[in-house]
C-alpha cells in the first residue's frame, strides 16, 4: 500500500457522536486525498490537501473537514456522525499534480466505519 | 464536473479467455485514465494508467486503449486466471481546483471460473 496506513481500520460510533480518521504516510508525498467508497458509486472525493495547512473540497465534502498540520498526516473529522456517513474510506497519496511529474494516486488500506 | 460510466458491472468469464471493462468519460479536459483492481478488504491497486497522448498501453496480460474523439477507454484482460477476479474500477483524471482529482467509474466485478 506504497507506504500509507490508516488508523483505525475498524470503527463502529453512534450518530452525533465525533470521529476523526488518520492517514499517514512515509513517502514524503505533496498530496493527500480523502475518498468514501459505497456500494454502486466507486470512490467518491471528500477533500483533498495540496500541501501542510493546504486543503481544498471534493465532490461530497459536506459533513466532513480536513486538516493537514505535518507532511505525512491527513486527518478526517465527521463533527457530528450521521447514519449516512456508513461507509469505507479511503486515502490516497499523491507526488506531484502538473506537467510530466508523476501523479499516480496510491491508495491506504482503507477505514470501515459504521455509525449506528 | 467529470462523469464517468462504467459497464459491465459483473462479468464472469472462463479461466484463459479474455476479459474487456468499458468506460467513457464526460469531460474532455481529462487527460490521465488510470485503472485500478480491488482485492476484498483491501485498497484499490494501480494496475495500469494511460495518458491522453498516447492510444494504447500493454503490459503482459494488461491493455488499455484510448478513444479520446469518442471519450471512451477499456480495459483488456488476455488469458485470465483466477486469481484475477477481483473489482475493477476505471477512472479519470483532470486538473481541477489545485490538484489533480480523479472521477471514478462504478466498478466492475469479474469472475474467472475455473
Known amino acids: 500500500d506504497a507506504g500509507i496506513t490508516q488508523s483505525p481500520r475498524h470503527k463502529v460510533t453512534e450518530t452525533g457522536t465525533p470521529v476523526t480518521l488518520r492517514c499517514h504516510q512515509t513517502?514524503?508525498?505533496?498530496?493527500m486525498y480523502w475518498y468514501r467508497q459505497d456500494p454502486g458509486h466507486g470512490l467518491r472525493l471528500i477533500h483533498y490537501?495540496?500541501?501542510?495547512?493546504?486543503?481544498d473540497k471534493g465532490e461530497v465534502s459536506d459533513g466532513y473537514s480536513v486538516s493537514r498540520s505535518k507532511t505525512e498526516d491527513f486527518l478526517l473529522t465527521l463533527e457530528s456522525a450521521t447514519s449516512s456517513q456508513t461507509s469505507v474510506y479511503f486515502c490516497a497519496i499523491s507526488e506531484s499534480a502538473l506537467g510530466l511529474a508523476e501523479y499516480e494516486q496510491y491508495f491506504g488500506p482503507g477505514t470501515r466505519l459504521t455509525v449506528t | 464536473g467529470e462523469n464517468v460510466e462504467q459497464h459491465p458491472s459483473t462479468l464472469s468469464v472462463q479461466e484463459g479467455d479474455s476479459a474487456v471493462i468499458k468506460c467513457t468519460y464526460s469531460d474532455s479536459a481529462s487527460n490521465y485514465f488510470p485503472w485500478y483492481k480491488q482485492e476484498l478488504g483491501k485498497g484499490p491497486q494501480l494496475i495500469i494508467d494511460i495518458r491522453s497522448n498516447v492510444g494504447e498501453k500493454k503490459d503482459q496480460r494488461i491493455a488499455v486503449t484510448l478513444n479520446k474523439t469518442a471519450k471512451h477507454f477499456s480495459l483488456h484482460i488476455t488469458e485470465t486466471q483466477p486469481e484475477d477476479s477481483a473489482v475493477y474500477f476505471c477512472a479519470a483524471s483532470r486538473i481541477s481546483g489545485s490538484a489533480r482529482q480523479l472521477t471514478f467509474g462504478s466498478g466492475t466485478q469479474l469472475t474467472v471460473l475455473p
Open positions: 490537501s495540496y500541501g501542510v495547512k493546504d486543503t
Open positions: 513517502e514524503n508525498h505533496r498530496y
